[in-house]
């Protein structure tokens, strides 16, 4: 089965969290965080940068890498494997807008609580805050509507 790199980048401001209102698929209409599909020959870190960059115009001054996931639907082709940073470090002021979606600073324990987040962000989400001293590698399997059938986290 093909692999969709990817990378989320959650950027931290005081006690909130960068997220975006999707305006595409996946996940039309719900709350995450910025990122995206890697390019041939980009690193996860890099491609992190440019991902923030591109959707929100913030420059990541620095990134660390929280954790790895890796995503499996019930069709060929349901695979991903998603880099998770955080950043809370920056330059700039978010976009009020672009084409995948629309910025807000979100209270963190709001995010801690996964409301109007993808099924599988809602568990994952608060690993990346948890300050593990090495990054969290997870496995989800996901049901055809999309929902968590099953996880396993090293």
């Known amino acids: 089965m093909p692999i969709q790199l990817s990378t989320l980048v959650y950027v931290v401001r005081g006690d909130r969290v960068l997220l975006m209102r999707r305006e595409r698929s996946p996940n039309r209409g719900r709350l995450s965080p910025p990122g995206g599909k890697l390019e041939p020959g980009e690193t996860p870190i890099a491609g992190a940068a440019r991902e ?3 959707e929100t115009g913030l420059v990541a001054l620095a990134m660390n890498l929280r954790g790895r996931t890796r995503h499996h639907g019930p069709s060929e082709g349901d695979g991903w494997l998603q880099h998770l940073v955080l950043v809370r470090d920056f330059r700039g002021t978010p976009r009020s807008g672009h084409p995948e979606g629309v910025c807000s600073w979100i209270p963190y324990e709001r995010v801690l609580e996964g409301r109007d987040m993808p099924a599988a962000d809602a ?3 608060a690993w ?9 590698d997870a496995r989800f399997e996901h049901r055809a509507d999309g929902s968590v059938e099953s996880f396993t986290r090293w």
């Open 128 to 136: 990346v805050f948890e300050g593990a001293a090495r990054p969290f």
């Open 52 to 54: 923030l960059r591109e």
């Open 123 to 125: 568990i994952y989400t």
